[in-house]
């Protein structure tokens, strides 16, 4: 099955809502989502947190892993 092609703002845009639905995470302030060139890669962009805000710092990186694991299957990045 074909992935969406989403920009990087749309994608991060995306991200950072579903991090925010996560039980814990819903003032987590910034993520980043970094383009991956490995063509042994399974996905070409891979994400993080920036700021956790007001939530723990542990539950974020926890939540990220999860939205990222979801969306990967999904979601591509468009190439520039």
Known sequence: M??????????RSLALEE??????????ASIAIN???NDR???NWSMCVGSAGAADAN?????????RRALRQDY?????
């Open 35 to 37: 383009r991956v060139t």
């Open 76 to 80: 591509d990045l468009m190439t520039d």
């Open 59 to 67: 539950t974020a990186a926890r939540a990220a892993l999860q939205v």
């Open 41 to 43: 890669a399974k996905s």
């Open 19 to 28: 991090i925010r639905r996560q039980p814990g995470c819903s003032s987590v």
């Open 2 to 11: 074909a992935k969406t092609l989403l920009s990087i703002h749309a994608l």
